[in-house]
T-cell receptor, first 115, second 112 residues
Framework: SAVISQKPSRDICQRGTSLTIQCQVD?????MFWYRQQPGQSLTLIAT?????????ESGFVIDKFPISRPNLTFSTLTVSNMSPEDSSIYLC????????????FGSGTRLTVV | GESVGLHLPTLSVQEGDNSIINCAYS??????FIWYKQESGKGPQFIIDIRSNMDKRQGQRVTVLLNKTVKHLSLQIAATQPGDSAVYFC???????????FGAGTRLFVKA
């Protein structure tokens, strides 16, 4: 399975600012997925990022708040814009193993605290 | 900082005992199911998967059972060890779809 490097691992940010999270995969993948995990809760899909096209956002998430870039098949970024304390969460990127095995490999996550 | 799983249901077992973690899935069309383990400060890690044409699958110390009639999934861990302490999530997917849906999660605590 792929190996994912995600950074930063954690950050404390002031409200109103933005943070960009980077995700680097050691192999080429078609789709990358961005999840949010609020404290004590499960994972919620934010968006699916395909190379060469706009990301597809899930209900409750919008591009202005969570712009995503996918410049090539091994890299993606998620920006959390105009942050508020409610954005404090763990953000995770992930990729599927293959077209036949749908398990995910996850990055180690970015723990964001907005103050 | 607050750790993952602080408010999740908790299962506490004695080291060496068997653990059973249960999950109810939501979509009757889901045909692929996965269990993930998440340790503090890490992303979820794949444990075992099962397709809907099976009702049981075994791995190393782990067994997944699937009951499609009642949309229920369980993870059995044999001879539970302290290193098994983590939050466990079930996940479901429809083959050909893009989205994987994660269950609420259960925190497993292993007492030495």
């Amino acid at each position: 399975s792929a190996v994912i490097s995600q950074k930063p691992s954690r950050d404390i940010c002031q409200r109103g600012t933005s943070l960009t999270i980077q995700c680097q995969v050691d192999s080429q993948v078609t789709m990358m997925f961005w999840y949010r995990q609020q404290p004590g809760q499960s994972l919620t899909l934010i968006a699916t990022a395909n190379q060469g096209s706009e990301a597809t956002y899930e209900s409750g998430f919008v591009i202005d708040k969570f712009p995503i870039s996918r410049p090539n098949l091994t890299f993606s970024t998620l920006t959390v814009s105009n942050m508020s304390p409610e954005d404090s969460s763990i953000y995770l990127c992930s990729v599927e193993w293959s077209a036949f095995n749908y398990g995910y490999t996850f990055g180690s996550g970015t723990r964001l605290t907005v103050v | 900082g607050e750790s993952v799983g602080l408010h999740l249901p908790t299962l506490s077992v004695q080291e060496g005992d068997n653990s059973i973690i249960n999950c109810a899935y939501s979509n009757s069309a889901s045909d692929y199911f996965i269990w993930y383990k998440q340790e503090s400060g890490k992303g979820p890690q794949f444990i075992i998967d099962i397709r809907s044409n099976m009702d049981k699958r075994q791995g190393q110390r782990v067994t997944v059972l699937l009951n499609k009639t009642v949309k229920h999934l369980s993870l059995q861990i044999a001879a539970t060890q302290p290193g098994d302490s983590a939050v466990y999530f079930c996940a479901e997917k429809v083959t050909g779809g893009f989205k994987t849906i994660f269950g609420a999660g259960t925190r497993l605590f292993v007492k030495a």
